[in-house]
């Protein structure tokens, strides 16, 4: 199986920017088309953005759209979540998972899920 780590996380003040990593590791990198969600404390996981294998295609929802921009380096086997603009209401832990099947913004299409890594927006 694959596996995702996480990182980049750390407290940074509004309005401020962040860039997130998803590493891979075992099976082909770049055969996934990957996502990044999110989860706040006592709300259920949301999805950010998604990317396709080639890394043409991009999604993402209507709270990130304009500020986050999710890319992919196969070659690296990396993806990576850019966040400008941040605002306290982008405060969760941020997941990275490879898609499986049926919608794309569910999080339980996804598996192979990272363990997080926490993104604290405060002044």
């Known amino acids: 199986q694959g596996q995702l780590v996480e990182s980049g996380g750390e407290l940074v003040r509004p309005g401020g920017s962040l860039r997130l990593s998803c590493a891979a590791s075992g099976r082909a990198f770049s055969d996934y088309f990957l996502g990044w969600f999110r989860q706040a404390p006592g709300k259920e996981r949301e999805f950010v953005a998604a990317?396709?294998?080639?890394?043409?295609?991009?999604f993402y929802a209507d709270s990130v759209r304009g500020r986050f921009t999710i890319s992919r380096r196969n070659a690296e086997n990396t993806m990576y979540l850019q966040m400008n603009s941040l605002k306290p209401e982008d405060t969760a832990v941020y997941y990275c998972?490879?898609?499986?099947?049926?919608?794309?913004?569910?999080?339980?299409?996804?598996?192979?899920w990272g363990q997080g890594t926490q993104v604290t927006v405060s002044s």
């Open positions: 990317i396709s294998i080639s890394g043409e295609l991009t």
């Open positions: 998972a490879k898609y499986r099947d049926g919608s794309t913004l569910h999080p339980g299409s996804y598996e192979y």
